[in-house]
């Protein structure tokens, strides 16, 4: 399995913004081969998708709380994804975890990622 890492949360006011990054370990396959995703974990509540992209970055997808507002992207020459959030609501805070499946296409379901980053915590205060 590849190692993901996320970097960028923090504690930001309502209406500020905030990047995340994940950087992917080298695995043994191109990292273009793999549709990365972003998923949040509010306190209480299950895990649910933010953001994906397909392994050529031509594909997205966003769940309909973040659209307008979040905007993901990877370069994979660097097997990097991240997220730009724009326009945050208390209501973003959550842990975020970076995740990669073995496929290039891009899915919104938990189970189809196979590798998961340990988190980010994101906290935007009212």
């Known amino acids: 399995q590849v190692q993901l890492v996320e970097s960028g949360g923090g504690l930001v006011q309502a209406g500020g913004s905030l990047r995340l990054s994940c950087t992917a370990s080298?695995?043994?396959?191109?990292?273009?081969?793999?549709?990365m995703g972003w998923f949040r974990q509010a306190p209480g509540k299950e895990r649910e998708f933010v953001a994906a992209?397909?392994?050529?970055?031509?594909?997205?997808l966003y769940a309909d709380s973040v659209k307008g507002r979040f905007s993901i992207s990877r370069d994979n020459a660097q097997n990097t994804v991240s997220l730009q959030m724009n326009s945050l609501k208390p209501e973003d805070t959550a842990v975020y975890y970076c995740?990669?499946?073995?496929?290039?296409?891009?899915?919104?379901?938990?189970?189809?990622?196979?590798?998961w980053g340990r988190g980010t915590q994101v906290t935007v205060s009212s």
């Open positions: 992209i397909s392994g050529s970055g031509r594909s997205t």
């Open positions: 995740a990669s499946r073995s496929r290039v296409a891009v899915t919104t379901r938990v189970y189809d990622y196979e590798s």
């Open positions: 080298a695995s043994g396959r191109a990292f273009s081969t793999s549709a």
